[in-house]
């Protein structure tokens, strides 16, 4: 098992896996926390906390969220070609890059909550909104960090960073929060208005994000100034004949990051819009004292989980783009549709048994986890399952269109999956009492939209056609088994025992019936099991059962 094992440590998948257990342990952080919080702000503080999320998303998503990927598309690129001269003077003109980006959005974002805020109809979360401000510029030069590192290879700094900056994150929201609300209280009761208590305490749960986001980038800095020694050493041996000169370098990261911005910015901008419409046709048909509160139900508990299990579509993506770039780099077309097969494989294998144990087990999981309002929050999630995969494969072919240089490609597949969505938003909530159901039907439309319109553009660069089989129809019959299994356990359950039995032993015994079916049916050969993470013991316990 010599060859397997060797090539473990460069097997983008392996880093892709690291990504992918820091993005899942983040978010499951996330989702615990939140869970604390929700009940501390209620719902309607959700509301407030989703609308200044929202536009604070925004203003990352045009400032800086796509400087990691162009970073290490980049950096990766150079690297290749042994210019690691060249590669430290993009790191360099990166940070240069994100100080007046990060630093711009977040003068903004202060400077004009208030008008900011009143775009949604939602003025007091403009309060939130200024505590996100200083988040922007920190993640702004947190993102050349970690893209640094991920052109280079190495994914750890990244995950580590992110675990590191979601748990500081956690325990000052919780404890922000508390404090907030209570504030919030007294000043209600002066002011006589009950919302500036839901309205401070959102506030007071955005803290946790600055403060974790600037631990992040601490650890990220350290580490690189450990390193600097051994990156020096490199730069000394660099006898490229070549060297780029800061405006160059500026042009280049520029002309890289602003089609990644668009594609990025149009993507996700379904939030902040869905948002907008949502409060304006819910006041429009009577329905404006409960939006927020809806729409709370919505984002912080419905939505939280179905976003768990995409963050590893957004880890394998962040991995892939760096090798593939590489491969294009050298002409090397076959690797990289090798590649975008290996990817989009591991993705589905986990993206098809998340969504059915979601949609099976949304109640139980619901009511295990929150407080309030959990009928509508559990129907919410079994509507809006089906998006676990669809984002999964949407997100992971914009960045392997992105990796491969096709930038402008997922922004006109964004544009019109957007207007798609806008047009079954808008009718369905403006034609029918849907409601927030609405919303989440359109989200399908889109991310439907996308999955279908960047295979095509796949196929079309890089003459790329994606196995059926292994990818979709053996996860998809495995996820299915699996099901069927822990719906009638759950059933079963359900008669004599709490929610935490209900939910945590069907997740276990499906897990086992989902691995044993993927095994069995051949969706996973021995050989490709090596180049995931911790794959030798996987082997050997599969070998030791009789699955392999």
């Not at 409960?290 to 880890?315: C, D, F, H, Q, R």
């Not at 088994?481 to 059933?491: D, Y």
């Amino acid at each position: 098992m010599t060859g397997p094992e060797s090539n473990k440590k460069s097997n983008f998948i392996v880093q892709g896996g690291l990504l992918g257990m820091a993005g899942i342990i983040t978010r499951i952080i996330g989702m615990i926390y939140r869970i604390p919080v929700t009940n501390i702000i209620g719902d309607k503080g959700n509301g407030y906390y989703a609308s200044a999320y929202y536009i604070y998303n925004i203003m990352l998503l045009i400032s800086s969220y796509s400087l990691p990927l162009a970073i290490s598309k980049v950096v990766s690129a150079r690297l290749s070609k042994r210019q690691y001269r060249n590669a430290r003077k993009v790191f360099r003109g990166g940070l240069i890059f994100a100080c007046f980006t990060g630093g711009t959005a977040g003068l903004v974002v202060l400077f004009g909550a208030d008008k900011l805020a009143d775009f949604l109809s939602e003025p007091l979360s403009a309060i939130a909104l200024r505590i996100f401000a200083p988040t922007l510029l920190i993640v702004a030069i947190m993102g050349v960090f970690r893209g640094y590192f991920q052109g280079m290879g190495n994914m750890v700094p990244t995950a580590v960073s992110q675990i590191i900056e979601q748990i500081i994150n956690a325990v000052i929201s919780i404890i922000a929060a508390k404090s907030l609300f209570d504030y919030g209280e007294k000043t209600a009761a002066l002011l006589r208005n009950e919302d500036l208590s839901y309205a401070y305490g959102a506030a007071g749960s955005t803290l946790g994000t600055s403060v974790g986001a600037f631990a992040a980038l601490l650890f990220l800095v350290s580490l690189y100034f450990l390193v600097a020694g051994r990156l020096r050493k490199k730069y000394s041996g660099d006898d490229t004949r070549f060297e780029e000169n800061y405006s160059s370098v500026m042009v280049l990261i520029i002309m890289t990051v602003f089609p990644v911005i668009l594609s990025t910015a149009i993507y996700n901008i379904n939030d902040i819009l869905d948002n907008y419409f949502f409060n304006t046709l819910m006041e429009f048909k009577g329905h404006g004292a409960e939006k927020t509160a809806i729409w709370g139900v919505y984002t912080g508990k419905a939505k939280l989980l179905l976003n768990v299990p995409i963050a590893l579509a957004n880890s394998i993506s962040a991995s892939a783009v760096p090798a593939l770039a590489s491969c294009i780099a050298s002409d090397n077309m076959k690797g990289a549709r090798k590649r975008i097969g290996a990817a989009m494989r591991f993705t589905m294998i986990i993206s098809f048994p998340c969504a059915v144990g979601l949609f099976v087990l949304a109640d139980p999981i619901i009511n295990l986890l929150f407080s309030g309002e959990t009928v509508l929050a559990a129907a919410l999630m079994r509507a809006g399952a089906v998006t676990v995969m669809t984002y999964s494969i949407s997100t992971l072919s914009n960045g392997m269109l992105q990796g491969i240089g096709r930038m402008n490609l997922p922004v006109k597949n964004a544009v019109i999956s957007l207007v798609l969505h806008l047009g079954a938003l808008i009718a369905l909530m403006y034609y029918t009492d849907l409601g927030i159901y609405a919303v989440v039907i359109s989200t399908v439309v889109f991310s439907l939209s996308m999955c279908l319109l960047n295979s095509l553009s796949l196929r079309h660069a890089i003459a790329y056609r994606q196995e059926k089989g292994r990818t979709f129809v053996i996860p998809a019959l495995s996820a299915a088994v699996m099901g069927v299994v822990i719906f009638v356990l759950w059933k079963i359950l359900s008669f004599f025992t709490g929610y935490m039995i209900q939910s945590l032993l069907p997740i276990f015994v499906g897990a086992v019936v989902y691995f044993i079916c993927i095994l069995k049916f051949g969706a996973v050969r021995e050989d490709e099991l090596y180049d995931i993470p911790m794959g030798g013991r996987i082997v050997r316990m599969a070998k030791s059962f009789g699955f392999l």
